[in-house]
């Protein structure tokens, strides 16, 4: 990962902040699925929307950090929102707490949109 070689974009936090921060996104996310899952009140649509996000999600590192497709990565971030906020959309019709858990992982993703847009803008 090159995070500490790029241009840093105003507001970028130090690197040491995204496991943290990630670390506890994840909890939420297994919390959130969690709850419904243990409710039976998941089904197909929701199984599906969560795992693909969760592999959107992934593949997003690999886009930035590894094949440094900065530009492409934005897309796929923006790609990423949306299905976010289409699972939180799925989960709070389903169970309130578990929709409602997921808003900081749709904030940070907006947040990290940013970076990765500025990241792009200054490190071309």
Do not use: C
């Amino acid at each position: 990962m090159d995070y500490g070689t790029l241009q840093k974009p105003f507001l970028a936090p130090p690197g040491i902040v995204f496991p943290i921060v990630w670390t506890i996104l994840y909890i939420l996310m297994g919390i959130s699925y969690g709850i419904l899952k243990s409710n039976n009140k998941n089904n197909l649509e929701i199984d599906f929307i969560y795992y693909f996000q969760l592999a959107v999600n992934a593949l997003w590192s690999i886009f930035f950090f590894v094949f440094k497709w900065r530009l492409f990565s934005f897309i796929w971030i923006i790609i990423l929102i949306i299905l976010v906020i289409h699972m939180i959309k799925l989960f709070y019709e389903k169970n309130k707490i578990a929709g409602l858990l997921q808003i900081p992982y749709v904030l940070w993703i907006i947040f990290a949109s940013y970076l990765n847009l500025a990241f792009y803008i200054l490190n071309r």
